[in-house]
């Protein structure tokens, strides 16, 4: 048995691994004790993809669908012909703008799957894309953006010296963390918990407590993260908390700042969010108090109807009090390429007026893909998914498999016959994160300690898989268009040699030789000269182009004011799911994880004459779905949630999905015009209004 050095591609901290090969065979993955920087860490979702890597049900030669709906194996040839031929006659008839794609989040994992395919859409002049980011990111990069001149500027906590860090959204118990790269999140914030630092959780589900040794949670009803934030920043400068030497040198528009968070004090917010005035105010003091403090946030305060401003709060919590770029606050890691230069722009020229109104430039709205193939005066008709699930993963099933059924040609390249795929026309298999080489590209900038690590492919591809960037560029041969499988020697790596060369100095024949490479760690200090790229290099305070998401801040908490009876749903992290990547695997479904309940706090189910184990019907303005009823004390009352990346009733060939389908809870959630922040195109998916009645 022969053992390979190389690292997880399921969430953002890329643990080492060493991958057992005996025959050829993949058999088993452990921890690599020897990695510099993960140090023998990996969860056992890491370690588990050992299975979806052996999965008798993955994908292994490219399919065509039949009219009656049978699959038909047939060569990368016949494949690549029919998708030619059907994107050819759509182009033709309809024009480039008739065909679209949607980017699903694994290709974050992938340093040449996105890549290549961007070259693709690029060669066919596609310009409505769809990508996973608007379900889950798409705020950050904006609120950055705005304030820091550039999407790529996303300052992380020195957790190894802070002394307080406070936590939004996010449960690193359950899923890492995001936007945060390091591994063993939770043996990181053990180790500052002892040493004496304060970690404060805020969620509307009790994260940590004292006991478990790691922090306690303040919680928060969902979907009111920009009023918590809006009072903590009044109070902190009530106390006289700004650092105004900081934001005189490096900041501009301090003023409408301080309007904006005056307007929510602790006793105006506190009824509205459910954290008690006295709450929020030793929370500022204790801020005042701590020079070392810092703070991050996470998909709970992404997903809400304001998360591009609750994201410009975080930041602002870090600058204006002078806790952003020094020790024990927020600082900015580069990794091996620097990139807030290469995601430097203007918020005011990141908007284009469409038919659905005026919208971010980039990836659309993923809950607009329904109505850009149905109701659009130029409908989408022709669909490449890389990677994705997109009628599981965004709201409005139903409607999405309707316009599915519309398309002339569906090409789904992916690595399981999902949900998604069962609409496809042309169905092509992807080799998964063993069967490619790779380099770890999803934690540039959020690293705590950076490195660079490239990994050979651990195996042969089985079947007929191929790595995405052949796909792509297979394709653009067969359309007649450049590709680098016309070279004598295609050399898919160019854009990341040249990357690393400039970004850090590293040559990749020699990370290929080295494997890992470990870099700098951030350091406080040069934040300010090197990352703002603002037109006059000055932290932007209060952007003008917040101007009408202020207005409708306004708005909705005179809504919340008047509607905070009723159930709101929040979507839950597992540490057994993963998006849906794992719900064909077998383990992660024994002691008795065969579906993904309804949890709901016990004194709500009482008041409902519920019980634990009842099955029950979820419903909101937009779906319904069943379930069966778990009671959980650690949800704050009025607040109930659901694990997703279930849903698959519409699976038949991934048979252990199927067996155990669950319910999908995005069928709860709003679709189509108004269910998603004019900001950022970010997806309304918590704090959503349900109802729960016994079935």
Request: glycine share 10%; aromatic share 6%.
């Given at each position: 048995m022969s053992e390979v050095r190389t690292f997880c591609r399921i969430c953002e901290p890329s643990c080492g691994l060493v991958a057992h090969v005996d025959d050829g065979r993949l058999v088993k993955l452990t921890p690599d004790r020897e990695h510099p920087v993960t140090q023998g860490f990996a969860c056992h979702k890491g370690l588990a993809a050992v299975d979806v890597h052996r999965d008798p049900d993955r994908l292994v030669v490219p399919q065509v669908r039949s009219a009656d709906g049978s699959w038909t194996d047939v060569s990368w040839d016949e494949a690549m012909a029919q998708t030619a031929r059907r994107l050819r006659a759509v182009i033709d008839e309809h024009g480039a703008n008739a065909v679209a794609a949607y980017i699903g989040n694994p290709s974050a994992f992938n340093a040449l799957g996105s890549l290549h395919l961007g070259t693709l859409l690029r060669a066919l002049g596609v310009r409505r894309t769809f990508s996973s980011g608007t379900q889950d990111c798409a705020n950050k990069f904006v609120a950055s953006e705005a304030v820091f001149g550039s999407s790529n500027v996303h300052p992380i906590p020195?957790?190894?010296?802070?002394?307080?860090?406070?936590?939004?959204?996010?449960?690193?118990?359950?899923?890492?963390?995001?936007?945060?790269?390091?591994?063993?999140?939770?043996?990181?914030?053990?180790?500052a918990s002892a040493r004496g630092a304060r970690i404060v959780f805020v969620n509307p589900r009790r994260i940590e407590t004292p006991e478990r040794g790691v922090g306690d949670t303040v919680q928060i009803r969902p979907d009111t993260?920009?009023?918590?934030?809006?009072?903590?920043?009044?109070?902190?400068?009530?106390?006289?908390?700004?650092?105004?030497?900081?934001?005189?040198?490096?900041?501009?528009?301090?003023?409408?700042?301080?309007?904006?968070?005056?307007?929510?004090?602790?006793?105006?917010?506190?009824?509205?969010?459910?954290?008690?005035?006295?709450?929020?105010?030793?929370?500022?003091?204790?801020?005042?108090?701590?020079?070392?403090?810092?703070?991050?946030?996470?998909?709970?305060?992404?997903?809400?109807?304001?998360?591009?401003?609750?994201?410009?709060?975080?930041?602002?919590?870090?600058?204006?009090?002078?806790?952003?770029?020094?020790?024990?606050?927020?600082?900015?890691?580069?990794?091996f390429y620097p990139n807030a230069r290469s995601g430097a722009g203007s918020l005011e020229q990141g908007y284009v007026d469409t038919e659905f109104g005026r919208l971010?430039?980039?990836?659309?709205?993923?809950?607009?893909?329904?109505?850009?193939?149905?109701?659009?005066?130029?409908?989408?008709?022709?669909?490449?998914?890389?990677?994705?699930?997109?009628?599981?993963?965004?709201?409005?099933?139903?409607?999405?498999?309707?316009?599915?059924?519309?398309?002339?040609l569906l090409v789904v390249i992916d690595i399981y016959p999902n949900a998604t795929a069962e609409h496809a026309h042309v169905l092509l298999p992807a080799t998964d994160m063993y069967e490619r080489d790779d380099l770890n590209i999803v934690n540039i900038g959020t690293s705590a300690r950076p490195f660079a690590q490239y990994t050979p492919a651990v195996v042969e591809p089985v079947g007929e898989r191929r790595p995405e960037w052949w796909i792509a560029h297979r394709l653009l041969q067969e359309l007649g268009l450049p590709s680098i499988l016309d070279d004598d020697e295609p050399d898919p790596w160019a854009k990341w040699r040249h990357m690393l060369e400039r970004g850090s100095g590293i040559d990749f024949d020699h990370l290929r030789e080295a494997g890992v490479v470990v870099l700098d760690a951030p350091q406080p200090g040069s934040f300010y000269d090197r990352q703002v790229h603002t037109e006059d290099g000055r932290v932007d305070c209060c952007p003008d182009g917040f101007a009408a998401a202020i207005e409708r801040c306004r708005s909705l908490f005179d809504e919340a004011s008047t509607s905070a009876d009723g159930l709101r749903l929040i979507h839950k992290r597992d540490p057994?799911?993963?998006?849906?990547?794992?719900?064909?695997?077998?383990?992660?479904?024994?002691?008795?994880?065969?579906?993904?309940?309804?949890?709901?706090?016990?004194?709500?189910?009482?008041?409902?004459?519920?019980?634990?184990?009842?099955?029950?019907?979820?419903?909101?303005?937009?779906?319904?779905?069943?379930?069966?009823?778990?009671?959980?004390?650690?949800?704050?009352?009025?607040?109930?949630?659901?694990?997703?990346?279930?849903?698959?009733a519409a699976s038949p060939r991934m048979r252990v999905a199927h067996e155990h389908p669950g319910a999908n809870p995005n069928a709860l959630l709003p679709s189509g015009p108004g269910s998603f922040e004019p900001l950022s195109s970010q997806a309304h998916m918590t704090g959503i209004p349900v109802e729960v009645v016994a079935v």
């Open positions: 020195d957790l190894e010296h802070t002394d307080l860090c406070l936590i939004i959204g996010e449960n690193p118990r359950a899923s890492q963390a995001s936007f945060y790269s390091i591994p063993n999140v939770i043996g990181e914030l053990r180790r993260d920009v009023w918590f934030l809006a009072a903590l920043l009044h109070e902190i400068d009530r106390l006289g908390g700004f650092d105004e030497r900081v934001v005189e040198r490096h900041g501009r528009n301090v003023e409408g700042l301080r309007a904006f968070v005056a307007e929510y004090p602790a006793d105006r917010v506190a009824e509205v969010t459910g954290i008690a005035a006295e709450t929020i105010r030793e929370l500022a003091a204790a801020w005042v108090a701590t020079p070392r403090a810092s703070v991050h946030a996470s998909t709970g305060l992404n997903m809400g109807r304001q998360g591009t401003l609750a994201y410009w709060l975080v930041h602002m919590l870090a600058f204006v009090t002078g806790r952003l770029d020094v020790e024990g606050g927020n600082l900015k890691s580069d990794g971010r430039r980039g990836a659309l709205p993923g809950t607009l893909m329904a109505d850009a193939i149905l109701d659009s005066d130029e409908p989408i008709r022709a669909m490449i998914v890389m990677s994705g699930n997109p009628l599981l993963s965004i709201a409005g099933e139903e409607r999405l498999r309707k316009a599915f059924e519309q398309l002339e057994w799911m993963h998006n849906s990547w794992f719900a064909n695997v077998e383990r992660m479904k024994r002691g008795g994880r065969t579906t993904n309940p309804l949890s709901m706090h016990p004194d709500d189910a009482a008041r409902l004459g519920l019980s634990g184990d009842e099955s029950v019907t979820v419903r909101s303005p937009w779906g319904e779905v069943s379930a069966v009823l778990e009671l959980d004390d650690a949800l704050m009352p009025g607040v109930v949630s659901m694990v997703h990346g279930w849903g698959h």
